[in-house]
């Protein structure tokens, strides 16, 4: 079945340091990609997307790549900063009027000053 | 910009008690979501709708009921509350075509005493 995996954190970084958090998926098709931010005591706000293979999302700094043939896309940062400090999650969607969205668990990233 | 808003940011009720957990867009959007958000679960979809007076079962329906009367407006209901739904709970709304990403509200903190 579809599936997104990320990776687990908590993640601690110090200011300007580059992230990298991991995201792998299973599904049929050629699904949506999105990366989705939660900061502290919020709702999700969508990050950036991606709707087909070899697309680039970027927003705020952050890009990701649809990669198909790694079934991957990798949230990177150059230079993190205190203000990016949130949960991360990666979703797909598989297609479908209905849209529902796949999510994985979430990556807790905490940037210290 | 999408705005989805939820009836109270947080929310204490007795077990036992019917409690309404509303959720309105204002973008004309033709899909809406409810999810409850837990340490180390994630996001899991409780119900869902792709049009008025239309409701679809997600991963975790039990003990939950939705209503949506108006394309804007959907409404969760707990109809005897326990202690096992205090959790965060998020609204979020699409259009109903791809990529289908989906708008979410602020959350409302339940705690169920």
């Known amino acids: 079945g579809n599936s997104v995996t990320q990776m687990e954190g908590p993640v601690t970084l110090s200011e300007e340091a580059f992230l990298t958090i991991n995201c792998t998926y299973t599904?049929?098709?050629?699904?949506?990609l999105f990366w989705y931010v939660q900061y502290p005591g919020e709702g999700l706000q969508l990050l950036l997307k991606?709707?087909?293979?070899?697309d680039k999302g970027s927003n705020k700094g952050f890009e990701a790549t649809y990669r198909k043939e790694t079934t991957s896309f990798h949230l990177e940062k150059g230079s993190v900063q205190v203000s990016d400090s949130a949960v991360y999650f990666c979703?797909?969607?598989?297609?479908?009027?209905?849209?529902?969205?796949?999510f994985g668990k979430g990556t807790k990233l905490s940037v210290k000053p | 910009d999408v705005k989805v808003t939820q009836s109270s940011r947080y929310l204490v009720k007795r077990t036992g008690e019917k409690v309404f957990l509303e959720c309105v867009q204002d973008?004309?959007?033709?899909?809406m979501f409810w999810y409850r958000q837990d340490p180390g679960l994630g996001l899991r979809l409780i119900y869902f709708?792709?049009?008025?007076?239309?409701?679809e079962k997600g991963d975790i329906p039990e003990g939950y009921s939705v209503s949506r009367e108006k394309k804007e407006r959907f409404s969760l209901i707990l109809e005897s509350a326990s202690t096992n739904q205090t959790s965060m709970y998020l609204c979020?709304?699409?259009?109903?075509?791809?990529?289908?990403?989906?708008?979410f509200g602020p959350g409302t903190r339940l705690t169920v005493l």
């Open positions: 979020a709304s699409s259009l109903g075509r791809a990529p289908n990403t989906q708008y």
């Open positions: 599904a049929t098709g050629y699904p949506s």
């Open positions: 991606a709707t087909k293979a070899d």
């Open positions: 979703a797909l969607n598989y297609g479908g009027s209905q849209g529902n969205l796949i």
């Open positions: 973008m004309d959007h033709e899909n």
């Open positions: 709708s792709y049009d008025v007076k239309m409701k």
